[in-house]
Nanobody, 119 residues
Framework: QPQVVESGGGSAQVGGSLSLSCTAS????????MGWYRQAPGKQRELVAS???????NYADSVKGRFTISRNNDNYTVVLQMDSLKPEDTAVYYC?????????????WGQGTLVTVSS
């Protein structure tokens, strides 16, 4: 079964930057949408940004102009560059990928990585 592994995250100060990376692995035929979601304490999980396999992107209004999502289709990696961080960006960030493996489609989630922004 395919999986995704996240890296990056950690702590930053207000106005700082962090980068998250996520790589899909397994018997992959293709990877469609890849994206990042986040869940803050006491809140529902929400979409941060997503990118289709041909490069079209979608961002939450709260991160437009500050975050940039990109992907490398050769190694099934998606990167979220987070700039001008705010305290409200503090959350657990999850990678999600839509993966075709064998004859099946999988919606695969990572285990999450914590991002903490402090003043």
């Amino acid at each position: 079964q395919p999986q995704v592994v996240e890296s990056g995250g950690g702590s930053a100060q207000v106005g700082g930057s962090l980068s998250l990376s996520c790589t899909a692995s397994g018997r992959i035929v293709s990877v469609y949408d890849m994206g990042w979601y986040r869940q803050a304490p006491g809140k529902q999980r929400e979409l941060v940004a997503s990118i289709a396999n041909r490069g079209s992107t979608n961002y939450a209004d709260s991160v437009k102009g500050r975050f940039t999502i990109s992907r490398n289709n050769d190694n099934y990696t998606v990167v979220l560059q987070m700039d001008s961080l705010k305290p409200e960006d503090t959350a657990v960030y999850y990678c999600k990928a839509e993966i075709v493996s064998g004859l099946r489609d999988f919606e695969v989630w990572g285990q999450g990585t914590l991002v903490t922004v402090s003043s």
